[in-house]
Every structure is written in structure tokens, then in C-alpha cells.
């Protein structure tokens, strides 16, 4: 019965049943999509058995297994591939990473739901649903240059001052991207403060657009 009732809890059409199975336990974020409502149910079935922190880390470990594996890949994400078959691939690789039942089950419900090529998604959600449960803001500091440790404190420093952080644990990332020429943009929950260099020249040269425009017309 206990096995059922945690297959029940992957099974995105059988969301409300696998609440009701645990009504003490809630997600401590609300996600929506395909990929929100596996992260959820799997939040909930690891809550329950305690091993929210187990199941984190073996997801970590097959999403970096799919990265580095070709024929991973392949068995998650070419349509061609039969359910059967993938459900079989699924087992076999579950049984040879010594995975929990409860990962294993996420992912043989995958399977036989025709849902693998969700597998990467439903680990980011499941991450961030994670990082909610610790209390956590996952702050990405988009730079030019890759910026040294004293330049990301201090910008770590201004918004956990601000109204932004809210006592939250910030988790600072950050990434290159030559293409914005200078400056920073800061990217928290779904809010973007954009104060690079190409989003300055953007907008002087709509600014001189609208001028010319205007002169050519007057």
C-alpha cells in the first residue's frame, strides 16, 4: 500500500490524491506547468519519508549523468523510443546509480507516462522548490567580465539591506556574457534590474530614433 500510495504521488493527473494521503505537508512554493506538478509530488512523497536532502542530491547526480551521457540522452528525450523500452532503460539505470525508491519511482512514472523529456525541467523545479525550503534566493549577477569575490559581496551586500532579500539566505551566481558590453544585470525570483551598458545603448539609440523621426516629420 505504501508503494502505491507514492506512485500515486508522481502521477500528475493523481495530484489531489497524494495531498490527501499527507495533508501535514505542503510544498513551500507554488509551481505551475507539467514539470511544477512531478517537482511537487516528489517534493511531497520525499517530505513524508524524510529525505528531502537524499533525493536533492540523487537528481544532481542524474542530471549530470544525462549531461555527460549520450545514450542517457537519447533514452529520455528520441520520441522513437517505446515506453516499454524507456521504462526498461529507466529501471536498469536506477538499479545501476543505487538510486532510492523514491527517486526510481519519479522516474519509471516518467517513463511510463511518456514524460522523460521532461526529466531536466522537473530537476530544476524540483531545485528551486529546495531552495524555497531553505529559505533561499537565488540571486544571477550577469557581468561582461567574470566579476572577483569582493565585487559580488558588495552587490550581495546592497540587496540583502534592501527590501529584496527579505531575510532570506542569497545564493550569488555569477555569469559572463560579453554581449552586455558593461555594467550588471541582477535576475531574483521573476524581478531583473538591468543596469548594463547595451541596455543603456538601447535605449539612446530608440531615444535618437524618436528624435529623428520627429524632425524628419516636423
Request: hydrophobic share 40%; glycine share 4%.
Amino acid at each position: 500500500m505504501a508503494s502505491q500510495l507514492t506512485r500515486m504521488a508522481f502521477a500528475a493527473p493523481k495530484m489531489a490524491r497524494s495531498y490527501a494521503t499527507a495533508p501535514h505537508i505542503k510544498a513551500p512554493l507554488t509551481l505551475f506547468g507539467l514539470d511544477g506538478r512531478y517537482a511537487t509530488a516528489l517534493y511531497t512523497a520525499a517530505a513524508k519519508e524524510n529525505v528531502l536532502d537524499t533525493v536533492e542530491k540523487e537528481l544532481k547526480q542524474v542530471s549530470s549523468v544525462v549531461a555527460k551521457d549520450k545514450s542517457v540522452q537519447t533514452l529520455l528525450e528520441n520520441p522513437t523510443l517505446n515506453r516499454s523500452t524507456k521504462k526498461q532503460g529507466v529501471q536498469q539505470l536506477m538499479k545501476s546509480g543505487k538510486y532510492s525508491k523514491i527517486t526510481s519511482n519519479l522516474f519509471e512514472t516518467l517513463a511510463e507516462n511518456g514524460r522523460l523529456a521532461e526529466t531536466q525541467k522537473v530537476i530544476a523545479a524540483y531545485q528551486e522548490l529546495m531552495s524555497a525550503h531553505r529559505n533561499e534566493l537565488n540571486v544571477v549577477i550577469t557581468s561582461a567580465k567574470e566579476l572577483d569575490k569582493a565585487t559580488l559581496n558588495k552587490v550581495a551586500d546592497a540587496l540583502s539591506k534592501g527590501t529584496v532579500a527579505e531575510g532570506k539566505k542569497l545564493i550569488i551566481t555569477n555569469k559572463v556574457k560579453p554581449a552586455i558590453l558593461g555594467g550588471l544585470t541582477v535576475e531574483f525570483g521573476d524581478k531583473t534590474i538591468d543596469l548594463s551598458v547595451a541596455s543603456k545603448v538601447t535605449k539612446l539609440n530608440k531615444l535618437i530614433s524618436e528624435n529623428v523621426f520627429m524632425l524628419w516629420n516636423s
